[in-house]
Each structure stands twice: as structure tokens, then as C-alpha cells.
């Protein structure tokens, strides 16, 4: 008797999963849509953000490039590896150099 009755209980349990799979299916598809939704609109929002950032007053689009190279002047060879670095980056694109000395 309690073989048959573990396999009785062994079959409602398995009815009782079965009938919570599509439900259970359709709460998370329904999630994933949203969630996928919810992502479209932060990067949406972020690429607007970036757009009104990036151009300057005149309208122009700005390119901002900024360089952290701490103990460049300790004397073994990082200031040269940051100015020919410079260099190298104006030669491939035009633009001007503003250099602003950090504050150690």
C-alpha cells in the first residue's frame, strides 16, 4: 500500500508542476519583454545624453581626450612617454592641445 500511495502522491505533485509551467511560462516571457524594453529606453536615453555632452557651444561636435599618468615627472622616462603619446594623437587627428598640470 505505500508504494501505490507514494506513486499517487508522485502524480499529483507532477500534475500540480505541470500545471504551473505555462503560467509560469508566460509571467517570464512577459518579464523578459519588459525587461528588454526598460534596457531600449536607458540606452536611449544615455545616447541623447551623450549627444547633448558631446557638442560645444558653437555646435560643433567636441572630442575631449584626457590623460592620467601619475609620476610622469619622477624622472624615469614617463613624461617623454606621455608627450610623444600626445604627439602621436595629434598627428593622426587635428585638433589643439590643452595641457593642465595636475595637482599632486
Do not use: D
Given at each position: 500500500?505505500?508504494?501505490?500511495?507514494?506513486?499517487?502522491?508522485l502524480?499529483?505533485?507532477?500534475?500540480?508542476?505541470?500545471?504551473?509551467?505555462?503560467?509560469?511560462?508566460?509571467?517570464?516571457?512577459?518579464?523578459?519583454v519588459?525587461?528588454?524594453?526598460?534596457?531600449?529606453?536607458?540606452?536611449?536615453?544615455?545616447?541623447?545624453?551623450?549627444?547633448?555632452?558631446?557638442?560645444?557651444?558653437?555646435?560643433?561636435?567636441?572630442?575631449?581626450?584626457?590623460?592620467?599618468?601619475?609620476?610622469?615627472?619622477?624622472?624615469?622616462?614617463?613624461?617623454?612617454?606621455?608627450?610623444?603619446?600626445?604627439?602621436?594623437?595629434?598627428?593622426?587627428?587635428?585638433?589643439?592641445?590643452?595641457?593642465?598640470?595636475?595637482?599632486?
Amino acid at each position: 500500500m505505500a508504494a501505490g500511495e507514494r506513486s499517487w502522491c508522485l502524480c499529483k505533485l507532477l500534475r500540480f508542476f505541470y500545471s504551473l509551467f505555462f503560467p509560469g511560462l508566460i509571467v517570464c516571457g512577459t518579464l523578459c519583454v519588459c525587461l528588454v524594453i526598460v534596457l531600449w529606453g536607458i540606452r536611449l536615453l544615455l545616447q541623447r545624453k551623450k549627444k547633448l555632452v558631446s557638442t560645444s557651444k558653437n555646435g560643433k561636435n567636441q572630442m575631449v581626450i584626457a590623460f592620467f599618468h601619475p609620476y610622469c615627472n619622477a624622472g624615469g622616462g614617463g613624461e617623454r612617454v606621455l608627450w610623444c603619446a600626445l604627439r602621436a594623437l595629434q598627428k593622426k587627428r587635428s585638433f589643439t592641445l590643452v595641457a593642465q598640470a595636475g595637482v599632486q
